[in-house]
């Protein structure tokens, strides 16, 4: 298959010696196998990511079919990259699976069936039954916001809540810790995402049962 890469302002080019190999899922769970091919992956890869991380990434999303591009993290919205849980339904099946044990700095290509992207339905401009392509670079992986040893950390009053600056607060020493310090804009606009995904009765705090989706660590 070719898969041609499709220009988008700021996307990187990797001349990187590949490696590739297949992450397959639970019988029960997929019809299908998400391939990988490890594009780059620094020396010192720590920490890996693993279900329930906040991960910072930029991807850009093609068919596999022609390589036309349908999605471009660089240019969507404002440009910054994505912040998301992984494994928790933010993205596609497929990612979540695609970019499990991924450190700062690394870029992948991942190849994910229909099954576990956009199905029988498809989703504009994604047609129905599409193999669809993604080239992913992380930027940041940190604990949470969803395992109960960061909600701990966040929970700066110790309230068994969090508000909306302890979560803004959070994310700026998590992201700046790689020396990209962001204006408030910026912070602002991710924690209002959290909150919207988050949430739920809408009182403007999120509760650890809100927040302990996987229900098994006790605070």
């Known amino acids: 298959m070719m898969w041609r890469l499709v220009s988008c302002t700021l996307c990187l080019f990797v001349s990187a010696q590949l490696s590739s ?12 196998e998400v391939k990988i091919e490890v594009l780059f992956r620094p020396e010192e890869c720590s920490p890996k990511s693993k279900r329930g991380d906040l991960m910072n990434v930029h991807y850009d999303g093609f068919l596999a079919k022609d390589g036309s591009q349908f999605y471009c993290s660089r240019s969507d919205k404002a440009g ?3 912040w998301f849980v992984l494994g928790v339904g933010q993205v596609i099946k497929g990612l979540d ?12 290509k991942i190849t994910v069936p229909s099954s576990l992207a956009f ?21 940041s992986v940190s604990r949470g916001p969803r395992s109960m040893e960061a909600f701990r950390k966040i929970d700066q009053n110790e309230d068994k809540s969090l508000t909306k600056d302890e979560v803004k607060e959070y994310l700026k020493l998590e992201y700046e810790k790689g020396g990209k310090p962001r204006d408030e804009a910026f912070y602002e606009k991710i924690m209002a995402d959290i909150f919207r995904k988050n949430d739920q009765d809408k009182d403007g705090h999120i509760s650890a049962k809100e927040y302990n989706i996987y229900e098994h660590d006790e605070l």
């Open 97 to 108: 699976i695609g970019m499990e044990d991924m450190c700062p700095g690394e870029k992948r």
């Open 80 to 82: 910054h990259p994505q």
């Open 21 to 32: 190999w297949s992450v397959r899922a639970a019988a029960d769970e997929l019809d299908g």
């Open 119 to 139: 199905g029988e339905k498809g989703k504009d401009p994604v047609p129905p039954n599409a193999t669809v392509v993604f080239e992913v670079e992380v930027y």
